[in-house]
């Protein structure tokens, strides 16, 4: 499965969710949400993933947590506030870059459209 293919059914699985649960929730809700929509679609998912960092000459453990990786290929960064800010399109940049991830979905759930809150972020390797 491309990663076209890919983004297209985890879209799906976000749209339910938000559909089900609506706005206004915690964080920890959406992504045991999606992590079951998407389980449920038979892809292989991991949440809240440990990512260590080589800098320099040592490894700095658990550096940051992913918290949805989908086929070992997506990124799904979740969030739940008032609006997404530039900090939050450079968070997933960074994990996309220090994971050598190609494609990630920042999404927020505390919106009136959650069509306007899922943003595609590829990484240029």
Known sequence: MNKNELSYLIRGAIFKVYNNLGPGLFESVYESALFY????????VKRQ???SINYEEIILDTAFRLDILVEDKVIIELKSVEE??????KQIATYLRLSNKKLGLL???NTLNILNDIKRIANKI
């Open 84 to 89: 997404l800010s530039p900090i939050h399109f």
């Open 37 to 44: 929509e998407l389980e449920k679609l038979d892809l292989k």
């Open 49 to 51: 993933i440990e990512i």
């Open 107 to 109: 999404v927020n759930f």
